[in-house]
């Protein structure tokens, strides 16, 4: 396991474990912090080239549109190497507009950090 | 019983940075007006699709334009009007078969999937958005 340093409040924790990187977003994210947001996970990615992305969404009460198309960046990007998104902790209104943008089946959704890693 | 407060008027800039702040204005109404956590939470997801789609789309980006909200409360109705002064372009209607994968098009799935009305009114200088939800 590696520790990362982020340099954005929004990722208060990232580490690698084997090929998958988890990050913990914290905050509520829209389209005014949603380029940051962007910024440091695709640095993380590429710093860490992991095949998986395993996103810690416990500490996110809010995010728009915005912040879901980084996420489906991430996964396009992801899934074109055989990889994948896993998000886990969703809080009732983060799961609403995954819903709504039908990204159920195509982004791996878990109870838990542990249930995310298996996924 | 407080009464519900009948008329919130907010007028921003269309800087991103004003999302948070609006979000938290409208939510603070309908929750005065009896909406739930669950319904609180759509609508004020609307507002801010509707008000990033404006800074994106009307104003092209730009970050000091205005924008004017206002929300209104009677008879179990909500309604709240979003006045832009930029393209005026009415937005396309949704697709239906919206692939997820491909960028755009959220921010309208939300309004039409989330208000029980919507209308837009093109003005001879802008758009007037009108968004419509019934207390249940």
Not at chain 2, 68 to 94: H, K, M, N, Q
Request: some cysteine.
């Amino acid at each position: 396991m590696q520790n990362l340093t982020p340099t954005t409040d929004l990722i208060p924790a990232a580490r690698q474990e084997g090929d998958a990187l988890l990050v913990a977003i914290r905050g509520e994210v829209d389209l005014h912090n949603s380029p940051e947001l962007r910024a440091e996970l695709f640095d993380l990615l590429g710093r860490t080239k992991a095949k998986r992305l395993i996103l810690d969404m416990g500490q996110v009460p809010y995010m728009d549109s915005s912040a879901l198309a980084v996420i489906v960046e991430a996964l396009k990007k992801l899934t074109k190497a055989g990889g994948k998104v896993v998000l886990f902790s969703l809080q009732p209104r983060v799961r609403g507009l995954i819903e709504i943008a039908r990204l159920t089946t195509v982004l791996g959704i878990a109870k838990d950090e542990r249930e995310a890693l298996t996924k | 019983m407080t009464e519900a407060p009948r008329q919130l008027r907010l007028r921003v800039t269309s800087d991103p940075a004003n999302l948070a702040p609006v979000r938290h204005e409208v939510e603070s109404f309908a929750r005065a007006c009896g909406f739930d956590e669950a319904a609180r939470g759509e609508i004020v997801l609307c507002v801010n699709e509707a008000m990033t789609n404006i800074t994106r789309h009307a104003y092209d980006g730009a970050t000091d334009q205005p924008i004017e909200l206002s929300a209104t409360f009677a008879d179990d109705l909500l309604r709240i009007t979003v006045r832009d002064w930029g393209a005026g372009r009415t937005p396309r209607p949704c697709d239906q078969s919206h692939d997820p994968l491909r960028p755009g098009g959220v921010g309208m799935l939300c309004l039409r999937e989330l208000m029980d009305r919507i209308t837009f009114t093109p003005q001879t200088d802008g758009m007037l958005l009108v968004m419509e939800r019934k207390l249940e």
